[in-house]
């Protein structure tokens, strides 16, 4: 189908072959590649081209090492689309000082390990205020104080309104470092003898204790978190009672000693939740005896163990996909599967193939009518199935090209990766985007994702395919998003993005002729 898109283009742009084809690096994502004209203006027309488009099987793995994980993922999720989907977590565990000192006659209190997970900053559910709170400190013992305790919902994917067994498990496989590579279904082992749990009912809370006198603070955890009470008798056999013993003189001896912790949950449905890896906390409260002038005391104080950078991290993914929807899917990149199971984590893909066929119509119209292309994109509808079902669609997504190049002589038919070219020359443009979602409160969703310079240079003899020779030979989309660089400026590399720990999914309409809003290649061209 082609109808008139009625705009006036322009000739601001240096002309190409004369004065048929410009490039205009246009702000505005729908008018990307726009080409212009110089004898005035031209008409727009937008044409539905067939493509096709597949799912992709990573088996269910990815990279969830330290180096890839930004968020951790906790929870598990159950629905009949993609099945059950587990997410537990593991890391090690260092000493904040080594050969610690803990004094004479050190008796652990407790031990508390703390999660930081993500949360609806705008959105305080309880405030609570205990006016007749009483707070020990190791310098003045029990002190009047009062205590403030402010409650956020955690931001979920899944049926949030349910509760989840935190479970906590001493890790028996030595973690090696943070720079190792670790696949999300590698099995690492861990004593089934738990050393903590905690009922986690959705929400995370921030805690502030004030002295009656004066209004000191006493204590603050002003980043709301979820407080999960350990085996003060384990800490206390595995770390007080090693006082000057070699498990604890130096952090090679002790990360083979206390090999880490393993985090997961009872359950196998609920929710998924994200929490920073490096802003995880365990802290060992303990007394022990203190002699001045004769007289002895036993003060509480604390001890800091390090989670954070430079640990191993691992995020490990379990699913069940039998009597899923998805455990039916077609992987056909010959002809296409009519739906697409897209989820991050190690799930599905989606492959878009350019047939020859299509390649071949642009071309026609480029050679014989003249025309040149205003934009290009590749459209995907959700499936009216998965829209019913109300759970949050995708706002992240990452769109690669995948290419041989003949003139690599070692390997000239290796399938490799890049960004697309869209991307790799207007990341910089104001207004640019991978892809546009529309009608995301409706029934009728749908992604647009630019490959305007993709298909112009699959098509045109003069562009920078036909000078490199490379060939793509299909996109590919995952759920998440290219990470960014500290100062947020530029894309760190392809090869990093939030896919590992991206907890959406979705099912989209792929490759079906029956279907109106089946996956198309939507190509806005204009002709003198």
């Known amino acids: 189908m082609i109808h008139t898109v009625k705009k006036t283009i322009t000739a601001i742009s240096m002309v190409v072959l004369g004065s048929i084809l410009l490039y205009n690096c246009e702000p505005d994502a729908d008018t990307l590649g726009e080409q212009l004209f110089l004898d005035g203006a031209a008409q727009g027309k937008e044409q539905a081209f067939p493509v096709v488009a597949y799912n992709i099987n990573n088996n269910d793995t990815i990279r ?24 537990s977590y593991l890391t090690q565990v260092k000493l904040s000082t080594y050969d610690p000192d803990f004094g004479t006659n050190a008796t652990v209190d407790s031990v508390v390990l703390v999660i930081k997970p993500r949360y609806a900053l705008d959105s305080v559910t309880t405030n609570t205020v205990d006016d007749n709170y009483t707070y020990t400190t190791a310098a003045d013992g029990a002190v009047n104080a009062k205590k403030v305790v402010n409650t956020y919902p955690v931001l979920k994917f899944g049926r949030a309104k349910k509760s989840l067994t935190i479970k906590v498990n001493e890790v028996q496989t030595f973690l090696k470092a943070a720079s190792d590579t670790v696949k999300s279904n590698d099995v690492f082992a861990f004593d089934s003898n738990e050393l903590g749990s905690k009922v986690f009912n959705g929400n995370a809370s921030s805690i502030a204790i004030t002295k ?30 090693k006082k000057d013993q070699p498990e604890l003189q130096d952090a090679s001896n002790f990360i083979r000693y206390f090999k880490g912790l393993r985090v997961s949950v009872a359950e196998s449905d609920g929710y998924l939740f994200q929490f920073a890896p490096n802003d995880m906390e365990m802290i060992m409260y303990y007394k022990y005896d203190k002699t001045e002038n004769g007289t002895t005391t036993r003060p509480q104080t604390s001890y800091s163990f390090v989670l954070g950078s430079g640990n191993a991290h691992i995020g490990q993914y379990q699913y069940a996909r039998t009597g899923s929807a ?7 990149s010959v002809t296409g599967d009519s739906k697409l199971y897209a989820q991050a984590m190690g799930g599905n893909s989606i492959g878009i193939k350019i047939p020859e066929s299509t390649i071949n ?22 499936d009216p199935a998965w829209n019913s079902t109300k759970f949050k669609k995708p706002t992240e997504f990452t769109l690669l090209r995948r290419y041989v190049d003949p003139a690599n002589s070692s390997n000239p038919t290796k399938v490799r990766t890049s960004f697309t070219n869209d991307l790799l ?17 409706t029934d009728k969703t ?41 100062d947020g400026t530029t894309l760190t590399g392809y090869k990093s993005t939030t896919t590992s720990y991206n ?12 279907n109106a809003n089946r996956v198309q290649l939507m190509v806005t061209y204009g002709t003198k």
């Open 425 to 441: 020359k207007l990341a910089g443009v104001t207004g640019y985007t991978i892809f546009k979602a529309y009608n995301m409160d």
């Open 446 to 486: 749908y992604y647009d994702f630019i490959v305007t310079q993709s298909i112009k240079e699959m098509i045109e003899p003069d562009s920078k395919a036909s000078t490199d020779k490379t060939e793509t030979k299909y996109f590919k989309i995952n759920l998440g998003s290219f990470e960014k660089s500290s």
């Open 361 to 382: 119509d642009l071309k026609n119209l480029y050679q014989n009518n003249k025309a040149a292309i205003i934009s290009a994109k590749i459209r995907i509808y959700v």
């Open 503 to 514: 907890t959406s999914r979705a099912v989209f309409i792929g490759t079906d002729a029956t």
């Open 212 to 241: 009656d006198d004066g209004g000191t603070a006493l204590f603050t955890a002003s980043t709301p978190g979820i407080r999960i009470p350990l085996d003060k008798n384990f800490f206390q056999t595995k770390i007080i009672a």
């Open 64 to 87: 969830t090492d330290a180096s890839k994980l930004t968020y951790g993922v906790l929870g598990a999720f159950n629905e009949s689309q993609f099945g059950m989907q587990k997410a």
């Open 326 to 332: 998805v455990s039916g899917a077609g992987y056909n």
